[in-house]
């Protein structure tokens, strides 16, 4: 059975910093690339950053301020966020792209999705 399971969400003042994880269950990690995406209320999910097995890539807005990170070992993906702002309050979706080497920023092409963790940051 497939699953990711996100974790490390929470309330954190702006400036702050938070990393959040995402664990795989089902298949192997290194066959595929991974991203992380987000939806504040109201609005459409947004690409945040992207992994795969040759590449990262981040959104515009997060750049400087946001790692990915993969550990192969431990089938888990990592976004270490810094300097939080505002306007990064968002459910945080981590999902699996079976071509590992594409970062897709499109959700279509991700097949397996968790369920999301919450994060606010408060100004």
């Known amino acids: 059975q497939v699953q990711l399971i996100e974790s490390g969400g929470g309330l954190v003042q702006a400036g702050g910093s938070l990393r959040l994880s995402c664990v795989l269950s089902g298949f192997t990690l290194n066959s595929y690339s991974m991203g992380w995406f987000r939806q504040a209320l109201g609005k459409e999910r947004e690409f945040v950053a992207i992994?795969?097995?040759?590449?990262?890539r981040y959104r515009e807005s997060v750049k400087g301020r946001f790692t990915i990170s993969r550990d192969n070992a431990k089938n888990t993906v990592h976004l270490q966020m810094t300097n939080l702002k505002p306007e990064d309050t968002a459910v945080y979706y981590c999902g699996a792209n079976r071509d590992s080497r594409y970062t897709s920023v499109y959700e279509r092409d991700y097949v397996y999705w968790g369920q999301g963790t919450r994060v606010t940051v408060s100004s």
């Open positions: 992994i795969s097995t040759i590449g990262r």
